[in-house]
């Protein structure tokens, strides 16, 4: 299973990511490729405490939607809300210039992988292991680098 933590996986996601352009068209969704940037870069500074994601949990999202999202081997649905303080059209961090924001995620998913310790609950999930949360950072990557065809 594909994870942040490993590092070939990592890598592959810094691939990918390489190939957005600031014009690249998404496949669904709303979001433009620098709002999507940013959208990633907000989910990260939450895992990371840098940021406060308000909490929508429930035992059935961390219990069974969990555990289907990040083991079951399906690509994510399109279309799911997120927490208003990550959306690109309410609180989510605005796009300032798409070199530098994509280099600043770039240098989050490093910090990212290689943080000790606890993050910070995930607002739909609650807390996560450091390999849950590797997982599901992959998951998150992918899902939106396939969403402008990367």
């Not at 994601?53 to 961390?62: A, D, E, Q, W």
């Not at 690109?88 to 998913?109: C, H, M, N, Y």
């Not at 450091?130 to 990557?141: G, I």
Request: proline fraction near 6%.
């Amino acid at each position: 299973m594909k994870s942040l933590s490993n590092d070939r996986d990592r890598n592959e996601v810094l691939e990918r990511l390489a190939k957005v352009r600031p014009d690249s068209h998404a496949l669904w969704g709303k979001m433009s490729a620098p709002q999507m940037i940013c959208h990633l870069s907000d989910s990260f500074r939450g895992a990371l405490g840098e940021k406060y994601i308000s909490p929508s949990t429930s035992l059935f999202n961390r219990v069974v939607i969990k555990n289907i999202a990040l083991w079951v081997p399906l690509k994510w649905p399109h279309g799911r809300e997120t927490r208003p303080e990550i959306d690109q059209k309410l609180g989510g961090t605005p796009p300032a210039g798409f070199a530098s924001d994509v280099e600043g995620l770039r240098i989050l998913v490093k910090r990212f992988s290689a943080h000790e310790g606890e993050f910070t609950p995930h607002a739909f999930f609650g807390q996560m292991s450091k390999s849950e949360r590797s997982r599901h950072a992959y998951l998150h990557m992918d899902h939106h680098l396939r969403q402008f065809g990367a």
